[in-house]
């Protein structure tokens, strides 16, 4: 029965469960594969090359302005990314879109100032991170042209964050704006298992040398992660999702009479799917576990 009761319906985001996905991970996992890489010291250098033109070789998506930012950085997840976003900007106020990762809010509340942008105008002394595609519908946030816009004049730095852009078609963006001053992407969410190994990236146009640079420099992050992700990269497309899975999921959100989302694992519905809401305009719902058989 398709209604909002199905148990296979979630509210958070989950990888989606690709036999092929497991299979190569399992394949992979063998022959010292963690000594191995505990050992290569150019894996990280090799990993964030290989990161960063895989990213640029989707045919779906296109993000203009990319190679300006190329300081990079092994990142464990988007998240710490986000930490040292924070950290940089503490003295400012923390503003984010109502629906966005839940990550933000409940870091700002115990230690920083926020306001979600939807609820007060923008004020020089912000500081903004936006998702992109846009956690809460999938794509991109209806008001974001307009708060970069105003974010240039203002001067206030902006974090994009990418973690959903494997997952994604449509995305086309431009970069290269002064307010931009770093962004960030993950491989948990587009391959299942991956989200255990806390594999990404962190893209800056300039460098100032702040702990996750400092850990970079001394070999002080997780190689078996970015071995692992190295392995996908090379494997698997950045369109991976959308070329395995969109007709699965036009399938899906007609039966549940979703509007499709422009994120594979994603339907929108309507008021009767208001218990999937996350703050904003969109009943944003996860439809992995429709996406592959049982």
């Known amino acids: ?151 240039n004049k203002l001067e206030i730095p902006v974090l994009i964050d990418l973690a959903y852009y494997n997952l994604a078609r449509g995305i086309d963006f431009n970069l290269d704006e002064p307010c931009i001053s770093a962004i960030t992407f993950s491989l948990s969410k587009g391959f299942y298992s991956l989200d255990r190994l806390r594999i990404g990236m962190r893209c800056k146009k300039e460098f100032n040398d702040d702990p996750v640079d400092v850990f970079n420099s001394f070999d002080m992050f997780n190689k078996a992660g970015a071995a692992m992700g190295l392995e996908i990269i090379k494997n698997f497309s950045p369109d991976h999702n959308q070329n395995k899975f969109y007709e699965k999921q036009k399938d899906v959100c007609l039966k549940f009479k979703f509007k499709q989302s422009n994120c594979v694992v994603f339907g929108l519905g309507d008021e009767n799917y208001s218990k999937f809401n996350r703050g904003s305009r969109w009943n944003r719902v996860c439809i992995s576990n429709f996406l592959v058989n049982d």
Not at 74 to 88: I, P, R
Not at 115 to 139: C, H, M, R, T
């Open 1 to 151: 029965m398709y209604n909002s009761e199905h148990p296979k319906l979630l509210r958070n985001t989950t990888p989606i469960r690709d036999p092929e996905i497991i299979s190569f991970v399992k394949t992979t996992d063998t022959n010292n594969f963690l000594f191995n890489a505990l050992q290569n010291l150019e894996l990280k250098d090799t990993f964030l090359n290989e990161y960063f033109n895989w990213v640029q070789s989707s045919k779906l998506n296109n993000l203009k302005g990319f190679k300006k930012f190329k300081n990079l950085s092994y990142v464990h997840g988007t998240s710490q990314t986000f930490d040292a976003f924070y950290a940089e900007n503490k003295n400012r106020r923390f503003r984010c879109f109502k629906g966005d990762f839940f990550y933000h809010s409940i870091s700002w509340r115990n230690n920083y100032n926020y306001s979600f942008i939807d609820e007060e105008k923008l004020q020089p002394n912000d500081a903004v991170v936006i998702s992109l595609p846009f956690s809460d519908n999938g794509y991109k946030h209806p008001d974001t042209d307009d708060v970069i816009e105003t974010c």
